[in-house]
């Protein structure tokens, strides 16, 4: 039971490092692995504004902002790689 609980989380941790790291990818390859993960995990579309876009606009104008971002990106996808390696380490103990 553990072994299959400790599995799921592996999975689930690797799933949202990909999703994380995808924010690192230039905005006309980000949309390829987001229709990707839109059918794996469907949802419903917003027919509103394109806020990826919006958030393009403005961090092409200000770069510090976007280096700001991707410093908070980074530190989420080492946190969640740290959590990884914890998981990994512990499914390999049991």
């Given at each position: ?25 230039p ?5 390829p ?26 961090f ?35």
């Amino acid at each position: 039971m553990k072994r299959a609980a400790l599995v799921f989380l592996l999975l689930a941790l690797i799933l949202l490092e990909l999703w994380i790291l995808e924010g690192f990818l230039p905005y006309g390859w980000r949309h390829p692995v987001s229709e990707l993960f839109n059918y794996v995990f469907p949802s419903k579309p917003y027919p509103q504004h394109d806020m990826a876009w919006e958030f393009e606009l403005f961090f092409r104008d200000h770069l510090l902002w976007r280096i700001g971002a991707y410093a908070v990106i980074a530190i989420f996808a080492i946190a969640n790689g740290v959590l990884i390696s914890k998981v990994w380490k512990a499914l390999r103990k049991s």
